[in-house]
């Protein structure tokens, strides 16, 4: 699989935080710093073209309770003129809020999303857009109260735009390097599998050149929860070169990190620096967190709040139909294991929901017959397969899939159990409708800087990318045309999309024998409650169990 596409890219959500163009708080103090923003989609100015820094005022339209949607005439031009613009998201498309609070006089608009947890989307234009002339973005909801309750007490005062001052270096996700995994069961984590180089690159943003680098990589441990957090790692270097405004420094790599914490999360914390004092320095810190668990892989970094795949952005191929999104997992210690659930977060487009719309999710064994690392059809064997349409009252536009993997030739038993000589495992979730649909992905695990540092030192293989996406399927199995496969041209974005392990099943007796250690489950079956009934016939200090619902799946 060697193929680079543009032409089939589709961002549903156009989001920004790119070290020069920026939306970037001065005052009051307890809001200063920059913010991820909804870029306007080919309307109005770009934050490339401009900057902007003024006071910022919400709208008034006189509509009552909803004035600050600005889907009226803006009646309080006198407050509005030469400020920028603060609006809610609702009631009209986001090109009239935007014309109309330019034409009461507005430098600029935000727009704030109006569901909390959502972040933020790309805008469209809707009919009016091509009339505005000044630059739009969007902030999430989180970003909205907190600038609103802050003006109660006084002025915010923000800059929009590409601003750039004259010493100003920086790293964001695609500087950095980051941990083969965003998740990895701890039975798979070794030295082979699973060692992070730490390292980083910066970018000089400024309009001096930057000389005399500093990289420092800080590993953090910590319980899943997050508490107890203590150092174990702490390397830091210096790149003895300079570097011209708009360009990019070489990679500063360090010492091999292997975790030996046990599960928990791990995040690395990148610092880039210059000899010149920074005047910028909200890109200066990056970090990225990766979780050692007990049966979870992720490609993309994990959300420990909704324990799933972690996702920032949705990803699919313009014009809509049938499509995969795959991600690759490898098993160096699969014996005894098979993979037992398969989760990832999908979206349709606006003005839509998942109703009735039907995904397909499959197991794809690799053995790299000549093992050169490149997969070819033929060492390819479908092992996997779940299905799952959504309810046809399902009334929203993302949703979830947690869904139970059956064995590919019987489609009745558990599986499929990982096989030892395997070289790895895709993991698919393909979309079969008629309309379109997104998966979700992590852009803040991104894999650009691993990408190439394996492709530098010459130990890239195909499952070292962060996603796969097929679109062409083969007419008598099924399955995808992993020659046709591709990524988006310079998207390394992590798959959002998790498989849980589960050890393969077996009863008390095949374990530590009846004599030992009985257990009764009742009721059986069950709809909401279990209750279990431990017998131990010996001593013993501690005992460890799962429950397997009747198709195979790991409930506990």
Known sequence: MKNFTTTILFFFLAIGMASAQLVYVNSPADLVGNYTYGAANGWGTPLTDTVITADAVFVDDGSGET??????????????????????????????????????????????????????????????????????????????????????????????????????????ATNILVAPYGAVPIDQVTAENFTFVPGANMVNNGSNAASNLNISATIEYAELDGSNPTEVYNESGMLAETIDPDSTSSLLTFEDFTPANGIGRYTTIYEVSSDSIDQLEFDNT?????????????????????????????????????????????????????????????????????????????VYEWVDADENGSVVNEEITTVGVSTFAFPDTFPDRAGTLTLPILDFSTFGEPGPVVNPDATAYFVGVRYTGEGQAFIGVDEDFNYQQYYDFKLANG??????????????????????????????????????????????????????????????????????????????????SFVEYNITSANGQVLL
């Open 67 to 172: 004035a600050t949607q600005a889907c009226m005439e803006v009646i309080n031009g006198a407050e509005v003129e030469g400020k920028i613009a603060l609006i809610d998201r609702g009631g009209c498309e986001f090109g009239l809020k935007a014309l109309n609070a330019e034409n009461a006089g507005a430098i600029g608009v935000i727009i704030f999303n109006n569901v909390p947890q959502d972040g933020v989307i790309g805008l469209l234009p809707g009919a009016n857009g091509a009339s505005v002339t000044i630059p739009v973005v969007m902030l999430d909801y989180e970003a909205g109260q907190a600038i609103r309750t802050a003006l109660e007490s006084g002025p915010v005062n923000i800059t929009m735009g590409n601003l750039v001052l004259p010493n100003d270096v920086g790293a964001t």
């Open 286 to 362: 990056f970090t990225s967190t990766f979780a050692i668990t007990d049966s979870i892989y992720c490609k993309g970094g994990w959300d420990f709040a909704t324990n799933r795949p972690n996702v920032t952005i949705y990803y699919s191929p313009s014009g809509g139909g049938v499509f995969e999104m795959m991600a690759p997992f490898v098993f160096p210690n699969g014996s005894g294991l098979r993979i037992d659930t398969i989760m990832c977060d999908v979206l349709t487009p606006a003005e839509t929901t998942l109703a009735g719309e039907p995904f397909e999710a499959y």
């Open 459 to 540: 130990t890239f293989t195909d499952v070292d990318l962060p996603y796969w996406i097929s679109n062409s399927f083969d007419a008598s199995t099924n399955a995808p045309d992993f020659l046709a496969n591709f990524i988006f041209q310079d998207v390394f974005a992590g798959a959002g999309i998790a498989i849980k392990t589960a050890p393969i099943a077996s009863s008390t007796e095949d374990v530590v024998g009846a004599e030992t250690f009985e257990m009764d489950i009742f009721p059986n079956p069950t709809a909401e409650k279990l209750t279990t009934n431990l017998t131990f016939k010996e001593s013993t």
